[in-house]
């Protein structure tokens, strides 16, 4: 049986958790329902936050720390999709948001990109660095 977790780490269990959730409903709610097709990078982004909500809630469920290994492996993939695609959003990479096609969604386009007024690449890499700073707080609890 895994060892069971300290207040502290459950709550920052929960906490990522939630984040991931607020990230995948939000993601779900931008693309379903204001109807703003996600770009490829958006899609690996995505493809790295949706399971993090179904690991992180069984293991918040079950006061599980082993979780902590599978969560960390997608959300540093998640980020590093996240920190490139900020870096190209800002500018910073000189090169166009790729890959976008001229039928498709654009990532060049600031107001699809923006949620009140914040950068959506830039929302990902927040919750994904959240996610990451609530996950270190398991270190320490090993299954």
């Known amino acids: 049986m895994p060892d069971t977790l300290d207040t502290r780490a459950q709550t ?14 939000g993601a779900l709610f931008i693309g379903e329902v204001l109807g703003r097709m996600p770009c490829t990078l958006c899609w690996y982004q995505r ?13 918040a469920l079950r006061d599980d720390p082993s ?4 969560a960390v492996i997608l959300s540093l993939a998640g980020l590093a999709v996240a ?4 870096g ?3 500018g910073i990479i000189p090169q166009a948001i790729a890959p976008c096609t ?5 990532c ?15 929302l990902s890499l927040l919750a994904f660095a959240a996610i990451l700073a609530c996950l ?7 299954a």
């Open 108 to 122: 060049t386009d600031a107001a699809a990109q923006t949620v009140l007024g914040l950068p959506l690449p830039y």
């Open 102 to 106: 001229k039928d498709g969604p654009s």
């Open 12 to 25: 920052a269990l929960l906490l990522a958790f939630l984040i991931a959730l607020a990230a995948t409903l």
């Open 83 to 86: 920190i490139w695609h900020s």
């Open 67 to 70: 979780a902590r290994f599978p």
């Open 136 to 142: 270190s707080q398991l270190k320490g609890n090993r």
């Open 88 to 90: 190209l959003y800002a």
């Open 47 to 59: 493809i790295a936050m949706f399971p993090l909500v179904v690991i992180l809630g069984i293991a």
